[in-house]
C-alpha cells in the first residue's frame, strides 16, 4: 500500500500502524494494505522498529488520510524533525518524527492521536453521515435561492429535502415522520 503501490489499490482495505525505534528515538505512522502487513512490518522489525499499534480500515484512502492527519497534527505541533533517508532503508523516513523523546512525544499518545483520527474519518466516511452533510449543503442552497430571489425554485429544492428527510426516517425507524409545518 505504501509508495507507488498505494494509487493501485487504494479501494482496498489497508491498515495504518505505529512503529517506534529506541536507538533513533523515533516514532513512525504508516499505511500498508492488509494483504502486506506482515511483510512490511517484517521489514521494519529487521531494522529495529517495534509495532507498537495497528488499526484497519476499509479502504487505503481512509488509512492514508489518518495516517495525513496524524502527521499534519504533530507537525503543526512542532513535531517537524524526520529521520534521514539513510536511516530508513526499508522506507518510510518522510512519515517519521525524530527526537520523539524531545517532544515529549510517546507512543501512548501517538496511539491514540491514530485511532482518534481513525474513528473520525470511519465515522465521516459512513453513509448516514455523507447523506446528513449533503442533506445539509443542499438546505442551504435552497436558502441561498431564497436570498437571490429564487422562490419558486427553493420551494421545489425544499420539497424534495423533505421527501428525502421522510424517505429516510422510514429507513432507519418504525416510526412515521411528524409533519413540520414549512415556511418558504
Known amino acids: 500500500m505504501a509508495g507507488g503501490n498505494f494509487h493501485e489499490r487504494a479501494d482496498e482495505p489497508a491498515l495504518l500502524y505505529v512503529v517506534r525505534h529506541e536507538g533513533l528515538a523515533a516514532l513512525k505512522v504508516g499505511v500498508v494494505g492488509a494483504a502486506s502487513r506482515e511483510a512490511r512490518l517484517s521489514a521494519h522489525a529487521r531494522q529495529g522498529w517495534v509495532t507498537e499499534m495497528v488499526t484497519g480500515f476499509e479502504t487505503g484512502r481512509q488509512a492514508l488520510q489518518a495516517e495525513r492527519a496524524v502527521l499534519g497534527f504533530l507537525r503543526e505541533c512542532g513535531a517537524t524533525d524526520r529521520l534521514l533517508q539513510r536511516e530508513m532503508p526499508q522506507g518510510g523516513y518522510t512519515e517519521t518524527v525524530a527526537h520523539a523523546d524531545l517532544v515529549d512525544l510517546d507512543v501512548d499518545l501517538l496511539a491514540a492521536i491514530a485511532q482518534a483520527a481513525g474513528r473520525i474519518i470511519r465515522r465521516a466516511h459512513c453513509p448516514l453521515y455523507q447523506w446528513t452533510r449533503d442533506y445539509l449543503a443542499a438546505g ?11 422562490k419558486e425554485l427553493a420551494r421545489e429544492h425544499l420539497q424534495t429535502l423533505l421527501d428525502l428527510g421522510e424517505e429516510m426516517i422510514r429507513h432507519l425507524g418504525p416510526r412515521e415522520p411528524q409533519e413540520a409545518p414549512v415556511t418558504v
Open 140 to 150: 442551504k442552497a435552497a436558502l441561498d435561492l431564497i436570498d437571490e430571489g429564487h
